[in-house]
């Protein structure tokens, strides 16, 4: 139940760090309402299984040491529940162990996939071939994303290759390498008073026969996933609010890939009164891991190098101007709304922009359930006054604010 009553009164400089405390352990559970629910989870899990089974199982596939893993924000624990309800987008590799790309071309390896999905009676109504996927639908649920991928004989850092149809060319990628740089990252903690435990650990995964299973649900998140679940969030709301900018504004993996270094630099600056101030700091450290530089006809190149692969890209797509100045808009607005928060006074007025920014439905239920909480105390007699703040105990103290945890693996 978050400690409403902390965000009221005129404050110390200890009060002040532990109203921020509560700041963040409000936006820890609209991260939570964010995620995706426990029962889908369980459905997305099993039929994950289920479909990886069933491909593992043919012949071809079989032959070519097919190995499957989460990627993208599935992986990371950093999915965002869709802005109206759409389908949750979860994404896997699918990749081919023994098949190399002087063997096969693009559209074999897609045809491979494809093919083997359309002889299911059950998948056959369901899949859809995409640009560089193969798609199952589960009509208002999930749609599963599935990469097929061979292995890429020259990269020293382990990366693979992913067909490109239309183009016809091998594109590289590691989003395994991704996750193991980013899970160190976000398991790095700064220096604080009495950090809890709990904003910190990260997430695993484990490796099980020909597939990896999807990420356990129950780990705590920790500030840097918070903080990319918010701004993600964040973009959704502003994109929604500015059509004209929605086809320049900043897609998940630049977000994530900014966060994550602004998040490394942030911890070795200096001692923080809150994880709120932390993610304060992030958010705004990340426009300086963009690189600009200028081409021999005076054109600006953008750059957000993808850390686990040698030459690509995130911002290939950055052609013109208005990619970074939309992301530079959006970046002022999701810097300037996250510090309004601190200038707020009470609940009522924490909801009106909480949900003019997030989005109404998961901070409504957060407010909601808190309300609920409070009316069980007092129906119970369990309220009591908070205690005075001690500097040295700002996190144990927020700790007796008891933080449900939801569950979920990660867009």
């Not at 409000?26 to 039929?47: C, N, S, T």
């Not at 850092?157 to 067909?163: A, H």
């Not at 966060?259 to 630099?265: C, D, E, I, V």
Request: a neutral charge; one cysteine or more.
């Amino acid at each position: 139940m978050i400690n409403f009553n902390s965000l009221l009164t005129a404050e110390s400089p200890a009060q002040r760090a532990a109203r921020k405390t509560d700041l963040f352990l409000l936006l820890d559970q609209i991260g939570q309402e964010l995620e995706i629910p426990a029962a889908r989870y369980q459905e997305a899990e099993k039929r994950y299984g289920s479909v990886i089974t069933y491909l593992d199982d043919c012949p071809v596939l079989g032959s070519l040491q097919p190995h499957a893993f989460p990627q993208g924000s599935f992986a990371l624990g950093t999915t965002v529940r869709p802005l109206h309800g759409e389908e949750y987008d979860l994404d896997f590799i699918y990749l081919l162990q023994g098949a190399r790309p002087h063997l096969y071309n693009q559209q074999q390896i897609y045809d491979f996939l494809f093919q083997r999905l359309k002889g299911h009676g059950t998948y056959a109504g369901m899949v859809e071939l995409k640009k560089r996927c193969v798609r199952i639908i589960y009509a208002n649920e999930f749609h599963l994303d599935i990469t097929p991928a061979v292995s890429n004989p020259v990269c020293r850092q382990g990366s693979i290759l992913v067909p490109d149809r239309k183009l016809k060319i091998w594109k590289p990628s590691n989003p395994a390498g991704y996750v193991t740089w980013f899970k160190p990252i976000a398991a790095l903690v700064p220096r604080t008073q009495q950090f809890d435990k709990e904003f910190s650990v990260g997430r695993h995964l484990v490796t099980l026969a020909s597939a990896e299973p999807v990420p356990a649900q129950s780990e705590p998140r920790g500030i840097l996933r918070r903080a990319v679940q918010f701004m993600k969030r964040h973009r959704d709301v502003f994109r929604e609010n500015n059509p004209q900018l929605a086809d320049f504004a900043p897609i998940s993996v630049i977000i994530t890939t900014l966060a994550a270094h602004a998040y490394q630099k942030a911890i070795g600056l200096t001692a923080y009164e809150s994880p709120f101030d932390v993610m304060h700091t992030v958010i705004e450290l990340m426009p300086q891991f963009i690189d600009i530089y200028y081409d021999w006809q005076g054109k600006r190149i953008y750059t957000v190098k993808n850390p686990t692969v040698d030459g690509e890209n995130f911002a290939d797509k950055w052609q013109t101007d208005e990619y970074y100045n939309t992301f530079m808009a959006w970046h002022r607005a999701v810097q300037q709304d996250l510090l309004n928060l601190q200038n707020l006074r009470g609940r009522d007025e924490l909801r009106k922009s909480l949900q003019l920014t997030l989005g109404g439905s998961e901070v409504g239920r957060v407010f909601d359930g808190a309300t609920q909480a409070i009316s069980r105390a007092r129906v119970e007699d369990r309220l009591a006054v908070a205690a005075p703040v001690r500097p040295a105990s700002l996190i144990t103290a927020a700790a007796a604010i008891s933080v449900p945890r939801n569950n979920f693996f990660g867009q």
